[in-house]
């Protein structure tokens, strides 16, 4: 999430009962977790195991539980709970604010776009020139829709992210990190029916220019698609993901976190990527292998029992 102009590291550490370590004199531009994290963002940690990324990220200012040397530049700001302060500047600078409209009277809806009856649209959206919007859609507060964009019926735009911080030391395990992102869906992007697209949860879930999605396909939080890439039935993705350019993936694929597809990868029905795969192949399995790899492998399984047979008349 960016600010709409920079905020005084001063202010903040006031504001969330920090002791402020290292630069005091810069100004916060974004608030950001890990995996997203740019110069002037601040990010919180609170586990010993992450302090070194964190501190040693690109984040400017590092909301933290323990004192511990600060590189030059930067500003450690020093709670008991980094958390807490990180939901209570989430809270501040993006606040739930209910609708009592269907549309919203901040949201900006461009020349011809259709928009059918039963559509809800939240606070600070913005839709381009010339998209189709059908019943029953949500489009969640934030997001940005761009021109020639088409959403089928049923499908959610903008929902939370799936993501909690856990502490098994407490008599609640999972406590939400509550969604500051947006979804960002770029020109000539088509929707099917009943898709799910998670905002980030502080960065943004983009869906690039000229994608597709048939029915049924989840996108998580702060993934990143490319241009002209082509999802069928039922494919899920979860959160912050980068999937490059002309990607293919057939029906009822299933990819894993923080992983990297290729551009022009292709997926086959029912595969289950685990980890990184290179671009320009085509895959098959779970986990995804290279698809002549995994059809062979299947031959040699249909003829383990003929092969048996051989092996035991041998005897």
Known sequence: MKFTSPVPVKWIAEFIAAELIGNTEGSATGLNEIHKVEPGDIVFVDHPKYYDKCIHSAA?????NKKT?????????????????????VRYFRPFTPSSKPVS?????????VVFPNVFIGNNVTIGNHCIIHPNVTIYD???IGNNVVIHAGTTIGSD?????????????????????RVVIEDEVEIGAGCTIDRGVSGDTIIGRGTKFD????????????????FAAQVGVAGATTIEDGVILWGQVGVSKTLT???????????????????????????AEDASTKKR???????????????????
């Open 297 to 315: 492998e299947i031959v040699l399984l249909k003829r383990l029992p003929e092969i048996w047979e051989k092996v035991k008349n041998l005897k």
């Open 215 to 230: 029915n049924m396909v989840h996108i998580g939080h702060d993934t990143v698609i490319g241009k002209n890439c082509l």
């Open 142 to 144: 934030d997001t940005v």
């Open 69 to 89: 040397d600060c590189p030059q530049g930067k500003a450690l700001l020093v709670v008991d709970a980094p958390f807490n302060a990180y939901l209570k500047l």
């Open 105 to 113: 009277d901040t949201a900006v809806i461009g020349k011809d776009t």
């Open 261 to 287: 597809i290729g551009a022009n990868a292709v997926v086959f029905a029912q595969s289950g990527i685990a980890s990184s795969i290179e671009g320009n192949k085509t895959y098959f399995g779970s986990p």
């Open 60 to 64: 400017s200012f590092i909301i933290i």
């Open 161 to 181: 992210a799936f993501y909690f911080n856990t502490k098994k030391d407490r008599e609640v395990w999972y406590k939400k990190m509550e969604s500051c992102g």
